[in-house]
């Protein structure tokens, strides 16, 4: 079992930018596909990047595509997500996951085992 905690949410204006942490607890962090998630007020989880256990292939919503980076420390048991050039539709409670599924990576948030709290980005206009 791992146990996730996200930080590094806060309010920015459009344009800016933001770095997501997720410290996760336990010593088999590299044994977990990684993913980001956000969810908007009255809308349902959407997927945002995920990440492969080594770190080497990565995949992302075309929404957040060529702004958002995903990037992983296994050996600080972290994974980030840099956001840049951030706008007012990427409001959102974001949430990281681990999903121990035998995968390279998933964007679907039902392959997703372990989920954190979430951490709230406000991008103003």
């Known amino acids: 079992q791992v146990q996730l905690v996200e930080s590094g949410g806060g309010l920015v204006q459009a344009g800016g930018s933001l770095r997501l942490s997720c410290a996760a607890s336990g010593r088999t962090f590299s044994s977990y596909v990684m993913g980001w998630f956000r969810q908007a007020p009255g809308k349902e989880r959407e997927f945002v990047a995920t990440i492969s256990r080594s770190g080497g292939m990565t995949y992302y919503a075309v929404s957040v595509k060529g702004r958002f980076t995903i990037s992983r420390d296994n050996a600080k048991n972290t994974v980030y997500l840099q956001m840049n050039s951030l706008k007012p539709e990427d409001t959102a409670d974001y949430y990281c996951?681990?999903?121990?599924?035998?995968?390279?990576?998933?964007?679907?948030?039902?392959?997703?085992?372990?989920w954190g709290q979430g951490t709230q980005v406000t991008v103003s206009s």
């Open positions: 996951a681990a999903s121990q599924r035998w995968i390279e990576y998933s964007v679907n948030r039902n392959e997703y085992n372990y």
